[in-house]
């Protein structure tokens, strides 16, 4: 089967990644988590200090849509974290591309490896 996945990358305000990170991994990681976003990776990225990665899961485009609309517009993400993440970021950027699932699962269990190995998130 082939599902889809979303690539953000986040361009963060200078000296902003430490607190980004810890609130991401904190509060917004088991918010996505507990409204159904499957997350395949949450992290800094190798390319700079003021950057951050998030990668999603969904089971189709339709999907993704319909995954995000619904949280973006919930009481929990408006109330919550929000305005803190926002404040923090410079601009982000997302790419949805087509992957199967076999290699999603291969996929996920490298950047697993690899961010244990480099002490990463």
Excluded: C
Excluded at 74 to 99: C, H, K, N, Q, Y
């Amino acid at each position: 089967m082939t599902g889809v996945i979303e690539i953000r990358s986040y361009e963060l305000k200078a000296n902003a990644q430490a607190a980004f990170e810890t609130l991401f991994i904190e509060e917004v990681t088991p918010l996505l988590a507990a409204w159904g976003h499957r997350i395949v990776f949450a992290g800094r990225s190798l390319h700079g200090d003021d950057s951050f990665v998030l990668i999603r899961a969904y089971d189709s485009e339709d999907h993704r849509r319909a995954s995000q609309d619904s949280f973006y517009a919930s009481d929990e993400w408006r109330s919550g974290p929000r305005e803190a993440l926002l404040s923090m970021i410079d601009r982000f950027t997302s790419s949805v591309l087509p992957i199967a699932d076999e290699a999603l699962a291969l996929w996920q269990a490298e950047l697993s490896e690899a961010s244990n190995a480099n002490g990463r998130r």
